[in-house]
């Protein structure tokens, strides 16, 4: 039962919003060749689709059904069968889903049907995507010159009554069939009896009547025989009919149910792809959260720790390196995403509030310390040898060298609160250094000198050199020499060069004593100067900073690793400003001492100092950063000790001159 195409647009396409534009018939191949329809139509609206459906009758009440409907984009393969043995081959393949076969009943109708496929394949879809085989593309090409059309939405509109494609009219189809192969051989046969002479016709028509009437008698006969047999026949073929109905509905039904089916494995295939990338993306994001934590995240009793705990014994050194493992979490660097996260800032927080509060409390420990180390009452200096002894400090440097690296620790997280407590040291140990100098100097000053009176040293002559009243030293005349003095250490070598052999009147005794004393003053000082910069160095890394990276001090710190530079070497501008303030007594009594040398000693005493003071300090004048705060201060008073000699010197070539003048005023007497 074929259905006409206005049939089949208002029942089928017309509640679908679609246009037919062709169709043809086919039957499926296999066993029970069943007949259906194959269309092709097109959606009314924008953008253009189309689909391919297969519609087969139902009965004569309900009409036409879709059976099934594809759209075009899931069309796989056509398959045209169009091999050599079978080149007007009806059958052809479309696979869409699976395969499906089908056989048209003329040639004619499989050439226009695939020619309009192939048409709208080539104009409206991905060519690429479907596999075009066993077709004479040529032959499609040229068809297509005569059925091509650039507009699908407008077939059908000018001559509504016509079909498309391949389908020729109803009537047309009922009136010419073509001939059986035994109708053939019989008008052949018939036609090779007959003579062709235009005086048979009229024998012909009366013979071929006379059969032809023998034939429908017989015929009749042989129906009226065979009726009960055809009613038989009929029922059966009617209950096949229903029997493959019913099977076809059981197929359908089936296929609808294999198509839930694929439907449903499909959704669980793209589920379980959608868990795998969930639980990878999972996976990274524990690594990278357990590595966020382990960079940020502190102990439970660490805040307990650091705030609570004293500082002392051994709780120190685990105040101490939780401390330097809470400025690696604090110090620790994220990219710009991780760094903007919430977490990460409350953390960061956190622990920044950790080691504010820690920096104060460390920074009021470390002065308590400061305090309560030094001794409240004034040291005694001790004596050896009748000579005075500087207190040594190695107890109190020992006792606070335990916060060395909590010290360190301070000048990374808060260099300001490191000067606090640099000022804090200063302000509790130079009272200390300050009565401990003066006592010192008291008690040097007493035993170092025996009073001279200068002006009681008379020159005597002994032949061409004059020597000083009670004097071994014989002094050379110096008659280029010039009063005028000026040039610093230039002066001091030239000066030293000439009367390095001078000596006083007084004894080789007291001589010893006083080079003695000064030997003292010399090695006490360089000793408490060098173990107090060692422990500033140590204790405040003054030099820990030049040419080191602040991780690396961080990292040798952790470690428990002296980060402070060779003591000596090179001298920090801020360790000295901390010794200038520390020992600011210190060049005021080196200079009250050569004052008191300058009243109540001799000439050669203040000689002997900046013949001392010089050989220590030249070495060192060209690199002033290489000297220590001891050498600095010599370094200071020279400058005095200088204008002191002038003094004694411009003294000694008055007298010279006095004796000459003498001496030429005797001679001329004689003379006279």
């Excluded at 001939?179 to 008008?187: G, I, P």
């Amino acid at each position: 039962m074929y259905a006409p195409k206005s049939t089949l647009q208002k029942e089928i396409f017309d509640p679908l919003q679609q246009k037919l534009i062709f169709l043809i018939n086919v039957t499926k191949i296999g066993r029970k060749r069943k007949m259906e329809q194959l269309c092709m139509s097109m959606n009314s609206t924008l953008p253009q689709h189309f689909y391919i459906h297969r519609v087969v009758a139902q009965s004569e009440k309900d009409g036409f059904k879709s059976k099934r409907q594809w759209p075009i984009n899931q069309l796989r393969v056509v398959d045209g069968k169009e091999r050599i043995n079978a080149i007007n081959s009806l059958e052809f393949e479309l696979q869409f889903e699976r395969a499906y076969k089908w056989s048209a009943t003329k040639p004619g109708d499989k050439s226009y049907f695939l020619s309009a496929l192939y048409n709208v394949i080539c104009q409206f879809s991905d060519r690429s995507k479907i596999d075009v085989r066993n077709l004479d593309v040529t032959k499609l090409k040229k068809e297509l010159s005569a059925t091509q059309f650039s507009d699908p939405s407008r077939v059908g509109k000018e001559d509504p009554d016509m079909f498309t494609l391949g389908v020729l009219p109803e009537d047309a189809q009922e009136e010419y069939q073509d001939l059986s192969v035994k109708e053939e051989q019989d008008l052949n046969r018939l036609f090779n009896q007959t003579a062709w002479a235009v005086s048979d016709a009229e024998a012909f028509t009366g013979q071929l009547a006379g059969e032809l009437e023998s034939l429908d008698q017989q015929n009749i006969e042989t129906i009226m025989k065979s009726e009960l047999k055809i009613t038989q026949l009929m029922d059966v073929l009617d209950n096949a009919v229903q029997e493959l109905e019913r099977m076809s509905d059981h197929l359908g039904e089936c296929e609808t149910l294999l198509q839930a089916a694929r439907e449903s494995i499909e959704v669980v295939q793209l589920r379980d792809s959608n868990l795998d990338v969930e639980e990878r993306n999972s996976k990274l994001l524990y690594k990278d959260i357990q590595v966020l934590i382990n960079k940020l995240d502190l102990d439970g009793n660490t805040q307990d720790i650091l705030l609570q705990q004293p500082l002392t014994g051994g709780c120190l050194d685990i105040c101490t390196d939780r401390a330097f493992l809470l400025l690696t979490a604090l110090n620790q660097e994220f990219d710009s995403g991780t760094a903007m996260m919430r977490s990460v800032i409350d953390q960061k927080q956190y622990i920044n509030t950790i080691k504010e509060s820690f920096v104060a409390r460390l920074h009021r420990h470390l002065a308590s310390e400061f305090k309560d180390t030094m001794p409240r009452e004034n040291i005694e200096i001790g004596m050896f040898s009748d000579f005075p002894t500087l207190p040594s400090h190695e107890r109190i440097h020992k006792k606070l060298t335990l916060y060395s690296r909590l010290s360190l620790w301070l000048k990374i997280a808060d260099p300001d609160r490191l000067q606090e407590s640099i000022k804090d040291y200063n302000n509790s140990a130079t009272p200390l250094y300050n009565d401990e100098f003066r006592n010192f100097f008291h008690e040097i000053k007493k035993s170092a000198f025996k009073v001279t009176d200068r002006s009681k040293l008379p020159l005597k002559r002994t032949g061409s050199k004059m020597v000083m009243s009670g004097s071994t030293l014989e002094i050379p005349d110096l008659p280029g020499l010039k009063p005028a003095f000026s040039g610093g250490l230039a002066r001091s070598e030239s000066i030293c060069s000439n009367i390095s052999s001078f000596s006083d009147g007084s004894s080789s005794e007291e001589s010893d004593r006083f080079e003695h004393v000064f030997s003292i003053i010399v090695n006490q000082f360089q000793l408490v100067c060098q173990h107090e910069q060692t422990f500033l160095n140590n204790f405040f890394h003054f030099n820990s900073e030049e040419n080191r990276d602040p991780a690396l001090l961080q990292e040798e710190a952790m470690r428990g690793a002296d980060t402070s530079l060779e003591v000596g070497r090179t001298m920090n501008q801020d360790l000295k400003l901390c010794l200038t303030k520390l020992f600011d007594t210190l060049k005021s009594e080196l200079e009250g001492f050569i004052h008191r040398v300058n009243d109540v000693g001799t000439p050669f005493q203040i000689l002997y100092i900046l013949q001392y003071i010089y050989a220590k300090v030249k070495p060192k004048v060209i690199d002033p950063s290489s000297m220590n705060y001891f050498e600095i201060c010599l370094n200071l008073c020279l400058p005095s000790l200088q204008n002191y000699f002038d003094k004694y010197f411009l003294t000694f070539r008055r007298q010279l001159e006095d004796i000459k003048n003498q001496k030429r005023t005797k001679d001329s007497t004689i003379l006279s």
